[in-house]
């Protein structure tokens, strides 16, 4: 991606070593640092008291975005408000012990404001946009306990399902544990529609074990499975699920068609046992190779076994 | 407009959840200096505080010299920045403790003042304060220290006086002046780095690539 992106540098440059990545990183990013007018940052935390953003980074990159540029805009959404400086400092010590294991973070900035009389640098304009983006929804709701997330990613750092799926596949900008309980809750258009990533889950409690502001997780990722059993379903996806428990409830029938439907895919999977294709599965499919059953469903098996071990 | 109306609908959700009073009372009581919680995991006195900030320091790779005073750092930047192999040339604020010292005592070294540049290769800071519990170096902005001091050159350099070395974030900020707040506040604690590459740690992401404290025992 380098390469295709920084056409404009040697083709043969050595790229071989994240030393060498982040250091061509630096000196692309560095001219559009120091040629960027407007520069946007988010905050970790808004202090009432004082009317400071705090902005966390170890590369210093907010740093340069809020230093360089003619206008500063923070973009943070409400619940990142805390009181006092003394509350912020509280916080601080948690997220980044939390987030990196770090004592603290290299660059904790409190800006306040723009270029004062004097300053022989900073930004001539400032400005903080206030964002509700769902959350006074959200305090109205059952899963308010949510808001006091300080995006540690604590959470999905002990998730062992983030841990083997990655964060893409959670199609959001919160990804893991705490994703799977924001993203439905903060799309409000379409209120059922990321539930289905609370499935993505074993329950096993560590990413509440490890949540320093003491988010009860697991409990709210139930809450959103009961809401996704009885939120209302399309016709084919009631059709399905009706026809599923047909099926799992007589077992002679289900065996002989998991048996058929076995040996159909592992002859489709051919010598290399994998499939390319599945219907209603393409976007998965896309990055992916199904490995395709062996031909005996388990229980086939599990008798092919019994008889060897009585041998 | 949007403002009243998002404030209006979020009192209206906290109005369902507990009296407004109340509510505010607990604000007020938390914005008094006096109610505040003391969170001090770094407590130290003394001695034992220096000790512990230069400890920080060397854990996060921080280059440390302890210096008898200020009259020594222009010979010191000097001969440090020779010993790393690096370019002789020093960026520095208007700060007036630092246009009184004798510059003239380092001939090769060359001092700019005024904001960093691009091309700046090394920028000097005076810390207001500095935190024993992390190792963390504390610098306010002012005309007379500007912040790209510590973001654009590849190396930083920061004076401490050792008396204003404390445990805790807390009691830095309550070395600082009375309010109104500095426009920046940087809480500087190690280097520039990321890993976001691999998970391996790599020095220099944006911001510089050492950084080196110099720690002033004035009586």
Known sequence: MFRRKHSELHVDRDLSTPAAIVAEARGVLREKFLG???????????????????????????????????????????????????????????????????????YTTLVTGAQRRGDADGPRHSHIVLLDAGRTELLNSDMRDVLRCI????????????????????????????????TPALAVAEPYGATHLAEASTFCGRCEEVCPVRIPLVSLLRQWREKAITAPRAWY??????????????????????????????????????????????????????????????????????????? | MSREAILRRLGGVLDKRGARAARFARVAGRLDATGRTKLRPG???????????????????????????????????????????????????????????????????????????????????????????????????????????????DTHLVVVDAANVVATYEEALALLAAPPMPRVLNFITGASRTADIGGRVVMGAHGPRRLTVFLLNEP
Not at chain 1, 90 to 106: D, I, V, Y
Not at chain 2, 54 to 80: Q, T, W
Not at chain 2, 103 to 127: F, H, N
Request: aromatic letters at 8%; glycine letters at 8%; a positive charge.
């Open chain 1, 36 to 106: 960027a007018q407007v520069g946007i940052t988010g905050a970790n935390f808004l202090v009432a008291e004082t009317g400071s953003a705090i902005v966390v980074t170890n590369e210093g990159n907010a740093d340069l975005t809020m230093t360089l540029p003619d206008v500063h805009i923070v973009l943070a959404t409400i619940d990142k408000v805390v009181p006092t400086l003394d509350d912020a400092f509280a916080l601080l010590r948690l997220l980044a012990r939390s987030a990196t294991g770090q004592p603290f973070t290299a």
């Open chain 1, 151 to 182: 995006r540690c990613g604590a959470c999905m750092n002990h998730c062992p399902v983030y841990c083997s799926i990655g964060g893409h596949a959670y199609a959001s900008v919160y990804p893991g544990p705490i994703g799977a309980v924001l």
């Open chain 2, 43 to 153: 407590d130290r006195e003394g001695a034992a505080v220096l000790g512990r900030f230069v400890d920080r320091l060397r854990a996060l790779e921080v280059e440390v010299s302890e210096l008898p005073g200020r009259g020594a750092l222009p010979a010191a930047i000097s001969s440090y920045l020779g010993a790393a192999g690096l370019p002789k040339r020093l960026r520095r604020g208007t700060d007036a403790r630092l246009d009184a010292l004798a510059w003239g005592e380092a001939p090769t070294l060359r001092v700019d003042v005024g904001a960093a540049r691009g091309e700046d290769s090394t920028g000097l800071s005076w810390a207001s304060a500095a935190v024993a519990e992390t190792g963390t170096l504390v610098v306010a902005s002012a005309p007379a220290s500007p912040t790209t001091l510590a973001f654009l050159p």
């Open chain 1, 237 to 311: 996806s009631r059709a399905l699920l009706r026809s599923w428990a047909q099926l799992a409830s007589r077992p002679r029938a289900y065996r002989a068609l998991a048996s058929i439907v076995a040996r159909a895919l592992a002859h489709v999977g051919g010598r290399k046992r994998y499939l390319r294709y599945f219907p209603a599965l393409s976007p998965w499919m896309k990055y992916r190779d199904l490995p395709a059953p062996s031909g005996r469903t388990f229980l086939q098996e599990f008798e092919r076994r019994k008889q060897g071990w009585r041998r």
